[in-house]
């Protein structure tokens, strides 16, 4: 999803609803979790082949190796 879809996908909301992230939390009944967001950034990630998705890039001398700059949401 781009920043575009993203704006457009929130187009017709309520701009006074809140906005939570939601994932599963990981517990024997697969539970979906919905926490706040805190923090909305720029920052680099880059595809891990052991996650088999994309993987933050947090180390500063790691940049060489990221793939794309993105806007992540916390």
Known sequence: MTVKELMATLEDFDPNMEV??????????????ASNITEIDEGQVRHSDYHRMDKVVD???DEEYYTKTVVIIK
């Not at 939570?20 to 979790?33: I, L, P, R, S």
């Open 20 to 33: 939570k992230f939601a994932y599963n939390f990981g517990d024997y009944w697969g539970t979906e979790v």
């Open 59 to 61: 180390d500063e001398n």
